[in-house]
């Protein structure tokens, strides 16, 4: 596309919208049709999710810790200290834990993705792909598309359970709470309602993250400069959408498992 992603004019931004709309199209329905491929797919999965789990894992931990103190700082102030392990749960399941799995998400296999398959588009090896009659839109997009709705759900409950650890490990050195007392806590108010939604609309982030990403690298041009401009468009558009799509999951959450 001409001018470039970042200097598009209003025409521009409908034809790119309506031009990832198709692909999106185009990549859910590849995924309905067999063959499936499972080899790939699981190669992917360990790449998306294995290989990010020690972000995860430390960014879930970090994010426990901090958001645990400033729950303390908040709820000392009413004498109910009490509440902050179900507090932190509630924050982490419902929202915080989502959220910021699927932004980190976006930031590191997004990025990858974007480079990649830009790196193939500019060297002809998707054009080779296709020579030797293999359906390079089924074993490029479709696999890391897949790979990335698949890993999102487990990613985001690794985050969560690190995240309340993080909190525990917080709590302890502050009032010296034992883990069994934390644990019960914790999950005393947390119901099917706040863990199931929250964390299956990480399926729809993977897809957006997987989409996005695949479709900025596979139609990448202008040789190196574009696989560059390709990785990081990956992650600002992927976070964009992800954003924007979490506002409307939330409220359609909302509306049709309203809060007792």
């Known amino acids: 596309m001409e001018g470039g ?137 479709v696999t890391r598309v897949a790979a990335c709705v698949l890993a999102m759900p487990i990613l985001t409950t690794i985050m969560n ?13 502050i009032s010296g709470m034992s883990f069994q007392l934390y644990w019960d806590r914790a999950f005393s108010l947390i119901a099917f309602t706040d863990y199931v939604p929250s964390t299956l609309k990480t399926c729809v982030f993977g897809f957006i993250i997987g989409t996005v990403s695949s479709f900025l690298g596979y139609n990448t041009t202008g040789g190196t400069e574009g696989v560059g401009q390709a990785s990081t468009r990956s992650v600002v558009y992927s976070s964009i959408l992800l954003i924007v799509t979490n506002v409307v999951l939330v409220k359609a959450i909302f509306f049709f498992l309203p809060a007792e």
């Open 5 to 141: 992603y970042w200097k598009m004019n209003i025409p521009q931004m409908f034809a790119w919208a309506g031009n990832l709309a198709v692909f999106s199209a185009k990549v859910f329905r590849e995924a309905l049709r067999p063959p499936l491929e499972v080899a790939e797919i699981a190669r992917q999965v360990f790449e998306i999710g294995f290989r990010s789990l020690l972000l995860i894992t430390t960014a879930g931990f970090a994010v426990g810790a901090v958001l645990s103190m400033h729950t303390r700082a908040s709820l000392e102030r009413f004498g109910a200290e009490a509440l902050i392990p179900s507090g932190l749960a509630l924050a982490l399941f419902k929202e915080t834990g989502p959220l910021v799995t699927g932004l980190l998400t976006a930031g590191r296999v997004g990025a990858g993705i974007g480079a990649e398959l830009g790196a193939m588009r500019v060297s002809e090896q998707i054009d080779a792909l296709e020579s030797l009659a293999v359906d390079s839109f089924k074993y490029l997009v």
């Open 161 to 173: 359970f690190t995240g309340i650890f993080g909190g525990f490990v917080a709590e302890t050195v």
